[in-house]
């Protein structure tokens, strides 16, 4: 396991600050943050401090975004490669460099882009992949749309919630599973319970002890 830390540049709050309720959230948070890292030198070590990005690279790699008072984690579903310029972030054998990511960006910015049904997206990617002339790799970055629509990102969120907290029903301190409300799951957490990063990662991570509801 591999991990990397990052602090989060002030654009991307931006983005965290818009609460997740689509996969289009979920897409488009996942490319500015594989657009940052690539330029950007990381830490070895796990701080608990607010405002930074945490990347885990194992059999089942995940990003760990910690901000004011929340955790928000989901699954980093690219292959991750060291250099001496930093990271690399691939997509099979394909670079998911500034102009590859600009161009998914291009896409999946148009609001409701993937509710719109197919025949719409897919005259999407052909007016952006046309704006971008790249002819030779249309066929790459038509998979990497399809990837990024079926991928399962398993979404979860930390939340310390004290501006809108009623005892029991939404608790101080609460997990949130999944980030659409039809499938809204809300887990309460014990006010003993210290939370940060390190704490669920272990959580999240298959190869340690379980941790128990009751």
């Avoid at 901000?67 to 060291?82: A, G, L, T």
């Amino acid at each position: 396991m591999k991990i990397y830390e990052f602090d989060i540049p002030k654009t991307l709050l931006s983005d965290l600050d818009i609460v997740i309720r689509d996969k289009e959230d979920i897409i488009k948070v996942l490319l500015h943050t594989i657009k940052y890292i690539s330029f950007s030198e990381s830490k070895k070590e796990i701080s608990n401090d607010c405002n930074k990005i945490v990347l885990v690279v194992d059999k089942m790699s995940r990003l760990f975004f910690h901000y004011e008072k929340k955790i928000v984690s989901f699954c980093f579903p690219f292959i991750v490669k060291e250099t001496d310029e930093g990271l690399e972030c691939l997509f099979n054998q394909t670079l998911l460099d500034s102009f590859a990511t600009s161009i998914l960006l291009s896409i999946f910015n148009d609001k409701d882009v993937i509710n719109n049904g197919i025949e719409k997206l897919f005259e999407k990617c052909i007016d952006e992949f046309s704006d971008y002339l790249v002819y030779e790799k249309e066929d790459v970055y038509y998979e990497l749309v399809n990837y990024l629509i079926g991928f399962e990102p398993g979404y979860l969120r930390y939340d310390f919630d004290d501006q809108n907290h009623i005892k029991d029903l939404h608790p101080l301190k609460h997990f949130d599973f999944y980030y659409s409300s039809n499938n809204a799951v809300k887990i309460g957490v014990n006010d003993s319970e210290t939370f940060n990063v390190s704490y669920l990662m272990d959580v999240v991570n298959t190869k340690t002890n379980c941790k128990y509801l009751v």
